[in-house]
Nanobody, 123 residues
Framework: QVQLVESGGGLVQAGGSTRLSCVVS????????MGWFRQAPGKEREFVAS????????AYRDSVKGRFTISRDNAKNTVYLQMNSLKPEDTAVYYC????????????????WGQGTQVTVSS
């Protein structure tokens, strides 16, 4: 079984930055593509960013390109999401996900999920 534990986030002012971390245990981290998703109240969970097993190839949703950066450290079993120039519309619960494919870009191709961490961006 794979466990994913997110940390980081919290309350951030618009224009500010924060970094999310997700530590993975239970299986070989480098066997999985990793992704970040988010879910705002009343909305469906949506893809944010993904990185392939060995890095550095990445994928992003259009609205975060140039502002967010996903990275991974396979020695630390950790994936990160650096979030800059935050906007109120980035407010959501952010989830870390692991999947066996090349990228993890849909809810359906994620096999494992973290519990989520709240990011609130105030205007």
């Amino acid at each position: 079984q794979v466990q994913l534990v997110e940390s980081g986030g919290g309350l951030v002012q618009a224009g500010g930055s924060t970094r999310l971390s997700c530590v993975v245990s239970g299986r070989t981290f480098s066997n999985y593509a990793m992704g970040w998703f988010r879910q705002a109240p009343g909305k469906e969970r949506e893809f944010v960013a993904s990185i392939i097993r060995s890095g550095p190839s990445t994928a992003y949703r259009d609205s975060v390109k140039g502002r967010f950066t996903i990275s991974r450290d396979n020695a630390k079993n950790t994936v990160y999401l650096q979030m800059n120039s935050l906007k109120p519309e980035d407010t959501a619960v952010y989830y870390c996900a692991a999947g066996p494919g090349f990228f993890v870009t849909t809810v359906q191709n994620a096999d494992y999920w973290g519990q989520g961490t709240q990011v609130t961006v105030s205007s």
